[in-house]
């Protein structure tokens, strides 16, 4: 079974430009997680979609948004980009609803914002 | 607050040699507990988690982690070292429906020494 794939792997965009990221769950994984991880702030959780629905979300400004397909995957968009939105971009899909359910990372997507 | 300290920035052993990260968290509900690891430039691989029952738990790569309620901590072990063990390496918690939202610790570097 594939894993979880994010487009593109890397980007380079200059401040005030938008961006946005895409990210295909594991086949049968129905909710999709977004993750920041800078070296200075770790690992932080951005927002959760299930069944096309924002389910969570972490403390980021509204410039921070995403949506999810019927198909489960997943676009995440950051507007008015700032310097300090450089970060590495990680996607995780997981299924819904069962106790033992588990999320599986994708690679990534580096963006640099110069 | 909910949180998870790794206490150790970097770790460096020597091939053959024990290892054992430190993971302690601080969290309202029943925790979900997981050791994910890193390498440089890529997602987070899953090494093991910890929903309940037996405290010991066996994870990929012969890895092993241990869920200590009294002392809030879930440390990562492995007998014996391999080079390519070297890489980076987070706990982290979640609950009973928010597996999709969980809350890293900043990570352990592992060094291998030859």
């Known amino acids: 079974k594939a894993g979880v794939t994010q487009t593109p792997r890397y980007l380079i965009k200059t401040r005030g430009q938008q961006v946005t990221l895409s990210c295909s769950p594991i086949?049968?994984?129905?909710?999709v997680s977004w993750y920041q991880q800078t070296p200075g702030q770790g690992l932080q959780f951005l927002f959760e979609?299930?069944?096309?629905?924002?389910?969570n979300k972490g403390n980021f400004p509204g410039r921070f948004s995403g949506r999810q397909f019927s198909n489960s995957r997943s676009e995440m968009n950051v507007s008015t980009l700032e310097l300090g939105d450089s970060a590495l971009y990680l996607c995780?899909?997981?299924?819904?609803?069962?106790?033992?359910?588990?999320?599986?990372f994708g690679p990534g997507t580096r963006l640099t914002v110069l | 607050a909910q949180s998870v300290t790794q206490p150790d920035i970097h770790i460096t052993v020597s091939e053959g040699a024990s290892l054992e990260l430190r993971c302690n968290y601080s969290?309202?509900?029943?925790?979900?507990l997981f050791w994910y690891v890193q390498s440089p430039g890529q997602g987070l691989q899953l090494l093991l988690k910890?929903?309940?029952?037996?405290?010991l738990v066996q994870g990929i790569k012969g890895f092993e982690a241990e869920f200590k309620r009294s002392q809030s901590s879930f440390n990562l072990r492995k007998p014996s070292v391999h080079w390519s063990d070297a890489a980076e390496y987070f706990c982290?918690?979640?609950?009973?429906?928010?597996?999709?939202?969980?809350?890293f610790g900043k990570g352990t570097k592992l060094s291998v020494k030859p």
């Open positions: 995780a899909s997981r299924n819904w609803g069962e106790w033992t359910d588990t999320q599986y």
């Open positions: 086949s049968g994984h129905r909710s």
């Open positions: 979609y299930f069944s096309e629905t924002q389910r």
């Open positions: 969290y309202g509900a029943t925790p979900y």
């Open positions: 910890y929903f309940s029952g037996d405290t």
């Open positions: 982290a918690v979640g609950a009973r429906g928010s597996q999709g939202n969980l809350i």
